[in-house]
């Protein structure tokens, strides 16, 4: 995330291509420390209404006072807790996970199929190298419909998932 001059956070290319990708009702960001993605979702129409999700509190903290700052706070609720774990199965349809390793990512998506929480699209944007991610979603019925690159300090990548059934088209012939 970049910090705007004139107020209000503007997200990096990282951010900003995740932002693209994602549409719908209402969307649960995890992880989101600052809540830059979230509150963009809301103040660019991509969202009507939103989730927050926060492991730590430092970045809760960061993430309520982004929230109230804004005065979002009857948009974007914050939770406390572990992944997909502060949401109700069927909850929210729209899910991401960014700036997280893809084995951390893979076992918050394992620990919420675990609870039946199965939104119907996932965006990614792991840190590192997407494979146990790819792997998880073929293996939980979800197809890839989007791939993006990134720059920024490295190159990232970034990937939608929606969840369908058969195989996954995307991986024919592979
Ligand atoms: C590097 S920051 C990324 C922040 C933001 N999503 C971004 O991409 O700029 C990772 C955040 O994920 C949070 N986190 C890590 N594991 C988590 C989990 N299991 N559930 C919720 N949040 C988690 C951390 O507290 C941290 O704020």
């Known amino acids: 995330m970049t910090a705007s001059g004139r107020g209000g956070p503007v997200l990096d290319d990282r951010l900003e291509t995740v932002l693209s990708l994602i549409r719908a009702e209402s969307h649960a960001d995890i992880g989101s420390d600052h809540a830059a993605l979230p509150l963009e979702l809301v103040r660019r129409g991509h969202i009507e209404r939103g989730v927050i999700v926060e492991l730590n509190p430092g970045p809760l903290e960061n993430a309520r006072q982004a929230v109230a700052r804004a005065d979002l706070g009857d948009r974007l609720d914050v939770r406390s807790g572990d992944g997909l774990a502060p949401l109700a199965p069927g909850e929210v349809p729209s899910v991401s996970l960014t700036g997280m390793g893809a084995l951390t990512m893979r076992g918050i998506l394992e620990r919420g199929a675990a609870r039946r929480v199965h939104p119907d699209a ?3 944007q792991p840190n590192d190298n997407p494979a146990p991610l790819r792997e998880w979603a073929l293996g939980a019925g979800y197809h890839l419909r989007a ?5 920024g300090y490295w190159t ?3 990937l939608r998932f929606e969840r369908a059934d058969g195989p996954d088209p995307a991986y024919d012939g592979l």
């Open 122 to 124: 996932l965006v990614v």
């Open 147 to 151: 791939e993006r690159l990134a720059s």
């Open 156 to 158: 990232y990548p970034v």
